[in-house]
């Protein structure tokens, strides 16, 4: 079987991966011109520590992540003024806790499969047609494929999901909040 996976974030990759142990064919296609890098930080433990032992990837993730001591809420000159220590989570999840960037998890995944299975940068599906026995993807790029399945692993904001499933209003629901992050040296 011949699967398309639409992003080569953390699912797609994962999903690629454990696609390629059951013996299926897959081809990611990425809609960012190389893996993307950085992003938000990401606290990892729990079910998805528990598959990355399973994929053998923790070392990698270790090293590429961070051990985050304290996370703190300053003032506009800098002074902490509230803030909680990051060792309780650790303590918690007897060590199987780590913060690494979004980018760097994917890597990692990415990393295991990147000589086993087809990977597209700079391209994205542009249309999907169900035929009676395949699906046809049209690329914005790479023009017409036959597969028998897309994933869409595409993020929050699918483009798979709104020609199949309807727009994204339907499946998100905005509940006030905002977030602001940003890179700093070291
Ligand atoms: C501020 C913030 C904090 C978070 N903190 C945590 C945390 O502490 N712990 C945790 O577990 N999770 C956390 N998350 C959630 C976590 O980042 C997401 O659950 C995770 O990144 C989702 O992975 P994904 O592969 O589904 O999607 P994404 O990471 O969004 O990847 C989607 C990929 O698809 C690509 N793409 C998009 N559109 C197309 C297209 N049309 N065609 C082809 N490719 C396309 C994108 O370029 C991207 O590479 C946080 C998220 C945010 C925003």
Redesign the pocket.
């Known amino acids: 079987m011949k699967v398309l996976i639409?992003?080569?974030?953390?699912?797609?990759t994962t999903l690629a991966y454990w696609l390629k142990h059951q013996g299926f064919e897959s081809t990611i296609?990425?809609?960012?011109p190389k893996l993307?890098t950085g992003?938000?930080?990401?606290?990892?433990w729990g079910a998805?520590f528990e598959i990355a032992e399973r994929m053998g990837i923790i070392p990698e993730i270790m090293k590429r992540g961070d051990r985050i001591r304290e996370v703190k809420v300053v003032n506009e000159r800098g002074h902490r003024i509230a803030g909680f220590p990051v060792e309780a989570f650790s303590q918690i999840a007897q060590g199987r806790y780590v913060?690494l960037a979004?980018g760097d998890l994917?890597a990692s995944i990415f990393g295991t499969i990147e000589h086993d299975v087809e990977a597209i940068f700079g391209?994205?599906?542009d249309r999907i047609e169900q035929t009676e026995s395949c699906l046809l993807a049209s690329f914005k790029r790479t023009g017409v494929r036959y597969f028998d399945l897309l994933i869409g692993?595409?993020?929050?904001?699918?483009?798979?999901r709104q020609p199949v499933f309807g727009p994204q209003s339907r499946f998100e629901k905005y509940l006030g909040f905002k977030?602001a992050?940003f890179e700093l040296a070291g």
């Open positions: 639409s992003g080569a974030g953390i699912a797609g296609v990425e809609a960012a993307r992003g938000y930080i990401i606290d990892f998805g913060s979004r994917a391209d994205s599906v692993a595409d993020g929050l904001h699918s483009r798979t977030v992050a």
